[in-house]
């Protein structure tokens, strides 16, 4: 047994492949979802898939579907697999589990100038994390500038500088949730010297719903 999950237009594809490898065709063979995490998914259809049989050396690969109701997901799904065998025989089988977290991929850019994302600041709870990376700071900070609007971050501002051939560059950028239009704010500051090959990255995430903010910095980080 297999499985994955990924995000394809807001919602959460979650398959489980079943590769039959033994020598005798296996019968019933049904996926149930035992858990997942409902304060913030819904599953749309049933929870149980069946299918009829599985010849020698072949699979399927039942999907579930599951919709964010938060803009921040995070939980395992837990599935079993069940089956017949040729002696008639039952057999019962738990798919490893696969955690979900998500919040980048479900917020949406906000365009704000750099007067309206001071103010807001002001309101938001903050969190951080700090990290040393063997890389240009330079290079880091034209990547980072890349990675926020492939995570749905508008960015609002950003300032870079040499003093005494230490780098220093900061990038701002701002969202709102899908679902709750919780406001986040994510603020990279790197610094390093400017032929170097080390850098210290700090990432700030800020925002109205403090749930939201470790997972935001674990996809940025």
Not at 33 to 49: F, R, T
Not at 174 to 182: C, F, I, L, P
Not at 183 to 200: C, D, H, M, W, Y
Request: proline share 4%.
């Amino acid at each position: 047994m297999f499985r994955g999950c990924e995000i394809i237009g807001g919602k959460f594809d979650y398959k489980v492949k079943i590769v039959n490898d033994t020598r005798f065709v296996i019968t019933n063979v049904t996926v149930s979802i035992v858990a997942y995490p409902q304060d913030c998914m819904e599953l749309g259809g049933e929870s149980v898939k069946t299918i009829s049989r599985i010849e020698v050396g072949g699979f399927r690969s039942p999907q579930f579907t599951f919709y964010p109701t938060k803009d921040c997901v995070q939980g395992k799904v837990v599935a079993t697999v069940s089956y017949i065998d040729f002696k008639d025989q039952l057999h019962t089988l738990q798919v490893e589990p696969i955690v979900i977290r998500s919040v980048c991929d479900l917020l949406q850019p906000s365009e704000k100038t750099s007067k309206e994302f001071d103010l807001l600041l002001e309101s938001l709870t903050k969190t951080d994390q700090e990290q040393t990376l063997d890389w240009n700071a330079q290079i880091l900070f034209t990547k980072a500038e890349k990675l926020l609007p492939a995570k749905n971050f508008h960015i609002v501002d950003t300032e870079e500088r040499v003093l005494g051939e230490q780098f220093i560059g900061s990038i701002r950028g701002y969202a709102e949730g899908k679902y709750t239009q919780k406001k986040v704010a994510v603020i990279f500051l790197i610094s390093g010297p400017e032929n170097g090959r080390q850098s210290t990255v700090k990432v700030e995430a800020l925002g109205e719903d403090i749930a939201m903010l470790p997972t935001t910095i674990d996809e940025l980080a």
